[in-house]
């Protein structure tokens, strides 16, 4: 495998891009291949099975691209299908993501940490583990977000409807003593200054995309597949749901002109 072959990124819709801007900040000259499965979004209230189908099919295609890594940028594609995919791929670096509870747990000052999330996410064996593994000395409160991932896909990022919805969440968590809020969705950093109006300054507020492209540098590091300084890094975008919608959503999300071309 060439060290200049691009890096397989995916998320149900739009929410991966949150983390795609991490890894093009972290790893500039690295090639990056962005699966949009908006045909299909909010994965949040699908089936493990289904959400593992899509990934099985969207992994292969990146792989037909040529891809030298696969991220899931996305928690509830992660719960439901990076162990099948680790298991159908043995060789590939693939990186996951789950909600940043580790990170959360060392933060907290009240000890009571919220995390947002997808149904999906919170219901799964991955983040019940996370929980064991993490969690002991804190007490967490979950809250799924349904309508959230589509406000964000509409590109409503700061409307009085997102805005609502997100403060019904909330406040009820703030009432509770959280100071540390887990954004356990890849949509969700994109609502990141609507949330820091709406809740204290002393709150935190924790995602993992910057962990996620740390991770991807130390395996492409370890088996030599960085790509060399200077390489003339391309981003391709492919949407399985309608290119035109995610076009012009696009500018509002990633800064790089590019064309969605049809998965
Ligand atoms: N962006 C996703 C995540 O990180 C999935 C959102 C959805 O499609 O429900 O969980």
Redesign the pocket.
């Known amino acids: 495998m060439s060290s200049q072959a691009p890096v397989g990124v995916f ?3 739009v ?2 891009l949150s983390v795609l801007h991490e890894i093009r900040a972290r790893l500039p000259d690295e090639s990056l291949l962005y699966v949009a499965d908006s045909g299909h ?4 209230e699908k089936s493990p099975e289904f959400i593992r189908e899509r990934s099985q099919a969207i992994s292969a295609f990146l792989l037909e691209q040529g891809a030298k890594a696969l991220v899931l940028a ?3 594609a992660t719960a439901a299908a990076v162990a099948d995919l680790r298991e159908r791929y043995p060789q590939l670096p693939i990186v996951g993501m789950e909600p940043a509870v580790k990170p959360a747990a060392a933060v907290t000052r009240s000890g009571v940490v919220g995390v947002l ?2 149904s999906g ?1 919170l219901k799964s064996a991955k983040f019940a583990a996370l929980l064991d593994r993490f969690a002991s000395d804190v007490r967490v409160i979950t809250q799924p977000c349904p309508g959230l ?1 589509e406000q964000i896909e509409a590109g409503e990022l700061d409307t009085p409807r997102t805005r609502e919805l997100l403060q019904g969440w909330v406040e009820p968590l703030l009432a509770e003593g959280c100071d540390t809020l887990i954004l356990g ?3 969700y950093p994109f609502i990141k200054p609507l949330l820091r109006q709406l809740v204290p300054k002393t709150v935190s507020l924790v995602d993992t995309g910057a962990a996620v492209a740390r991770h991807l540098q130390q395996l492409l590091e370890q088996r030599e597949l960085r790509a060399p300084q200077g390489n003339a890094a391309q981003t391709r975008v492919w949407s399985s749901g309608d290119p035109q919608a995610l076009s012009a959503v696009l500018p509002k999300l990633w800064d790089e002109h590019v064309e969605v071309l049809a998965l």
């Open positions: 998320d149900s819709g929410g991966g979004v909010p994965y949040g996305c928690n509830t999330a997808t996410t991932v969705c890849t949509h």
